[in-house]
């Protein structure tokens, strides 16, 4: 990890006097509940071509993503949130698994977190039996209409995929794109990542954070996890309680920002997270009593 951090000031970051009415006076949605809400991570690490279906496509594992996903969980568990984790889904799997969570009462929570890591290629996730599907379809499942207990809530959301046009980059560090396709365009096509334009309450109170722009790879080392996931991990460990979510964001940003990774023909090649907000007030996990 760059060892940058910005300077912090402690009379805004650590104040502890906080309550439910006066975050929602100051611009701050409530955080008050303890456990805060549920934090779902989705792993796909191990993949499997399907015999005989030509929709399924063979993909490389993902060595180190078992780093991010514990560090994922033990970074969410320590905020307390109730932390749930599959690992090696279906689409099928994932789609039953999410509309699972829609259906469940979110009362007595504050916030949701949503975690998916795994391949991608140009504008594309793919699931343990190497299916494409959109992330749209994932994301629209938890929108207000499909789960009314979590509307004016924040509803996080954390991706590890990318696309790009390199897939090795030497001995321990991978990119998790999927090859393009033997007759494919070469060029990379702008895909919609925006899934929060528009006015309507459904799209309210969502952020989506990305490890990196369109058409760019993500990179992740085999025995030490991604570059974004561990700063992510990283900086909500040490941060979380202590200051608001964006701010902490900005960190990770330039942390892997700083970053840089070469091929064997002595390219170079960066990483710049970027993340899509529809978010009307300041997410901030302040410290909560004892359970």
Not at 45 to 58: L, M, N
Not at 240 to 265: N, Y
Not at 285 to 290: I, N
Request: hydrophobic letters at 30%; glycine letters at 8%.
């Amino acid at each position: 990890m760059v060892g940058y951090k910005p300077e912090i000031d402690d009379t805004t970051c650590t104040d502890t006097h906080f309550n439910e009415t006066k975050s929602a006076t100051q611009g701050e949605y409530p955080m008050t509940r303890n456990p805060r809400g549920y934090a779902v991570i989705f792993n796909m690490e191990t993949f499997y071509k399907v015999p005989g279906d030509p929709t399924s496509i063979k993909l490389e594992n993902r060595q180190g993503s078992s780093k991010d996903a514990e560090g994922l969980q033990d970074a969410f568990e320590k905020l307390r949130f109730i932390v749930d984790r599959h690992d090696d889904k279906t689409i099928a799997d994932i789609t039953t698994i999410t509309d699972g969570y829609a259906s469940r009462d979110h009362s007595s929570f504050d916030c949701f977190v949503f975690c998916i890591l795994t391949h991608g290629s140009e504008g594309k996730l793919y699931d343990a039996n190497g299916h494409s599907f959109q992330f749209e379809s994932i994301f629209k499942r938890l929108h207000a209409r499909k789960c009314s207990t979590l509307g004016g809530k924040p509803k996080l959301f954390f991706l590890q995929a990318c696309q790009g046009n390199q897939s090795h980059f030497g001995h321990d560090l991978q990119a998790d794109i999927v090859p393009l396709q033997p007759g494919s365009n070469t060029n990379f096509r702008e895909v919609n990542t925006n899934f929060l334009e528009g006015n309507s309450p459904n799209e309210a109170d969502f952020l989506v954070f990305f490890p990196t722009r369109l058409g760019l790879p993500a990179f992740r080392d085999d025995n030490q996890g991604s570059w974004f996931i561990q700063s992510l991990v990283e900086n909500l460990k040490q941060y979380g309680e202590s200051c608001p979510l964006l701010d902490i964001f900005t960190m990770v940003i330039r942390e892997v920002s700083c970053k840089r990774a070469g091929d064997q023909d002595g390219n170079h090649y960066d990483q710049t997270p970027k993340f899509d907000s529809s978010l009307s007030k300041t997410v901030f996990f302040r410290p909560l009593g004892a359970p």
